[in-house]
């Protein structure tokens, strides 16, 4: 059973930093990342990473964020820096596992940025 837990997230002040942690369990994960949505907005893409370390970003966190991976204890992480209010949003961690490659989400985790 695969099972993803969040944890991290909470309230700060703008040009602050928080890091979001995601363990995954129950699967091999070949891509991990984490998403983003804010009350109104779709869910986006905030950054990704494969098991062999390539990542990519949302142009509005390049330079802020930085995705990372321990392959093995499966986890995955997001270090944010420079915080600003228009990050604020519920965060989930997405994983795929390897064949039949199926996308799990995390419950999700409230990161608040105050201005």
């Known amino acids: 059973q695969v099972q993803l837990v969040e944890s991290g997230g909470g309230l700060v002040q703008a040009g602050g930093s928080l890091r979001l942690s995601c363990v995954a369990s129950?699967?091999?994960?070949?891509?991990m990342g984490w998403y983003r949505q804010a009350p109104g907005n779709q869910r986006e893409l905030v950054a990704h990473i494969t098991s062999a370390g390539s990542t990519n970003y949302a142009d509005s966190v390049k330079g802020r964020f930085t995705i990372s991976r321990d392959n093995a204890k499966n986890t995955v992480y997001l270090q944010m820096n420079s915080l600003k209010p228009e990050d604020t949003a519920v965060y989930y961690c997405?994983?795929?596992?390897?064949?039949?490659?199926?996308?799990?989400w995390g419950q999700g985790t409230q990161v608040t940025v105050s201005s």
């Open positions: 129950g699967s091999i994960f070949i891509s």
């Open positions: 997405k994983c795929m596992s390897s064949y039949p490659y199926r996308d799990y």
